[in-house]
């Protein structure tokens, strides 16, 4: 577990709470990431939706999640789109353990640019951005 | 094939351009109107022959200054139209304002229509605001941006660059390779007096220049610019009585089958170029061999190798080799790209640069960067992300 106390908070704006989000954004509050989850399909969706994608059911609940995935794809910012952005940063589509094609954009804000490849492992920590829990990830 | 696809009652009649530069004096309204006066004349209609205007993403000059200043009420009141049908909205894809005014046009509701986009990035700029990057400010984020902005991927070329890594980890393309694109663009751009960008950009040039979002660099990415493009779509029935050679819109389509997302696709590395491929080559008897040139999307130089394959120009995750080296691409190669110099060079006229391109080449018309010998038959595509349209334009 990264002690992220320890570490430069990350800048950027936060993401606007409503009745679908909520659960997402705020998950990081116990620790544990959570996506939607249809038992009737056994299928996990994000981003968050009114009803299954596949069986169109409403039956879908906020599931705790393992955390840990791989990187699927990988970029390294140079741009200072905002003030107080420290560059170059690490971006990456996660593919979630859960199953395949489940992905969540993020960023690595520990690991320093060149450090990290497709096919790495890696598990989420947690930042707190207001009321919102950041979920980035970390090598495992 | 069948005459059951409405497109196929359409042509472009006419084409117009403004001044297409990095910061001009003439504001976006200005500019669009300078468009429409050259695309009359130059089909011969005067103003009062037009009764629709179509045009996306519709004016959304506050969320985003620059991208798209003006509004279908702001040129019908300038320019006085009389309009039976007009349509912009952004909840449609980038070349919907072609795909709609055909169905216009074929379903009777207006019989010449102005299509426009008009961009004032490169003054807006200068001002301080980038449109292509949003959530800077102390806003906070809702809809599908919150899914990137938050995390720091503020601008499409991170979006891009992730799929360009992980395509370049699946098939092994190389800098190298996706260097062709940029640098064919750029030479082609060195003929054509009204590109943005026209110095010589070497490969050499191209891998030294900085990285914007890895693997994308610099000469990776189009130029904002400023300056408004026009296409009238009319009915095939009035092409005798036109100006100009009119050029009939053999196929069209915009189709979203996949998730409409940068990372839940089912594949990260197709897009939607594919789908617009399928739908496109379903309403014509004509097959990518016999395409004379294309004029591909290249917002970013990677989107142009997802539509090679997407189209059909060549196999799934072959791309790269096939560009490699840049003589197939060349204006003399079996398939030319970017004739005219692309987004990349010639400015990110957003779309319908390059159905002005096409048309050019198509009636012969395209002076010092006009391909050799005749050109029939050219595909025209828009859009990156599952934002994706493909047009097959033929000139007899």
Redesign the interface.
């Known amino acids: 577990m990264t002690d992220t106390n320890a570490l430069e908070k990350t800048v950027g704006p936060t993401p606007e709470l409503d009745e679908l989000n909520s659960f997402f954004w705020s998950s990081g509050a116990d620790g544990q990431l959570r996506m939607q989850y249809c038992e009737d399909c056994q299928y996990w969706q994000h981003p968050p939706s009114v009803c299954c994608r596949k069986c169109l059911g409403e039956e879908i609940t906020a599931k705790p999640m393992s955390g840990t995935g791989t990187v699927a794809a990988i970029t390294v910012n140079r741009m200072p789109w905002m003030p107080g952005l420290k560059i170059p940063y690490l971006l990456v589509i996660i593919e979630l353990d859960e199953q395949a094609g489940l992905r969540l954009t993020s960023a690595m804000p520990n690991a320093e640019p060149g450090s990290v490849s497709i096919g790495d492992r890696v598990k989420v920590f947690f930042e707190q951005r207001e009321d919102v829990w950041m979920p980035f990830f970390e090598l495992q | 094939m069948a005459n059951i696809f409405s497109e196929k009652q359409c042509v472009i009649s006419g084409i117009g351009q403004s001044e297409i530069g990095r910061r001009l004096p003439r504001n976006g309204l200005q500019l669009t109107v300078d468009a429409v006066k050259q695309a009359l004349d130059d089909a011969g209609l005067s103003r009062s022959d037009i009764d629709g205007v179509s045009s996306w993403p519709g004016q959304m000059q506050h969320a985003a200054p620059g991208f798209s200043p003006v509004s279908i009420t702001d040129l019908r009141e300038a320019m006085d139209l009389k309009l039976s049908w007009y349509n912009a909205g952004i909840e449609s894809t980038q070349m919907s304002a072609i795909i709609n005014a055909c169905m216009a046009v074929a379903s009777g509701q207006a019989r010449h229509v102005i299509c426009f986009r008009t961009m004032t990035e490169a003054s807006s700029m200068a001002k301080g605001t980038r449109s292509s990057?949003q959530?800077?400010?102390?806003?906070?984020?809702?809809g599908?941006f919150?899914?990137?902005?938050?995390?720091?991927?503020?601008?499409a070329?991170?979006w891009v660059?992730?799929?360009a890594?992980?395509y370049m980890?699946e098939f092994g393309a190389t800098r190298e390779q996706l260097g062709q694109i940029a640098v064919n663009a750029r030479s082609n751009a060195m003929l054509n007096e009204r590109a943005v960008y026209r110095d010589p950009l070497s490969l050499d040039d191209y891998l030294a220049s900085?990285?914007?979002?890895?693997?994308?660099c610099l000469y990776d990415c189009d130029v904002p610019i400023d300056g408004s493009t026009v296409i009238i779509i009319s009915h095939k029935d009035c092409a005798a009585d036109l100006k100009s050679k009119a050029i009939h819109i053999e196929a069209i389509g915009g189709p979203l089958y996949g998730r409409d997302?940068?990372?839940?696709?089912?594949d990260?590395t197709r897009f939607g170029a594919e789908d617009a491929g399928k739908m496109l080559w379903s309403r014509t008897d004509f097959k990518p061999k016999d395409v004379d040139f294309a004029e591909l999307y290249d917002g970013f130089s990677f989107l142009t190798l997802l539509w090679l394959e997407g189209l059909g120009f060549c196999g799934r995750g072959e791309a790269a080799a096939f560009v490699e080296g840049g003589q197939r691409i060349a204006r003399d190669g079996e398939l030319p790209l970017a004739s005219h110099g692309g987004q990349l060079s010639a400015g990110r006229t957003h779309g319908l640069g390059y159905f002005h391109e096409a048309v050019k080449q198509l009636r012969g018309e395209a002076g010092n960067h006009q391909l050799s010998g005749e050109r029939k038959l050219a595909v025209v595509s828009n859009g990156g992300g599952n934002l994706s349209g493909a047009a097959l334009l033929r000139s007899d």
């Not at chain 2, 900085?210 to 994308?216: A, E, G, H, T, Y």
């Open positions: 990057v959530g800077t400010g102390s806003q906070r984020i809702s599908p919150q899914w990137q902005l938050p995390f720091g991927a503020f601008s070329s991170s660059a992730m799929v890594s992980r980890h900085r990285m914007i979002s890895d693997p994308l997302s940068w990372d839940q696709q089912d990260l």
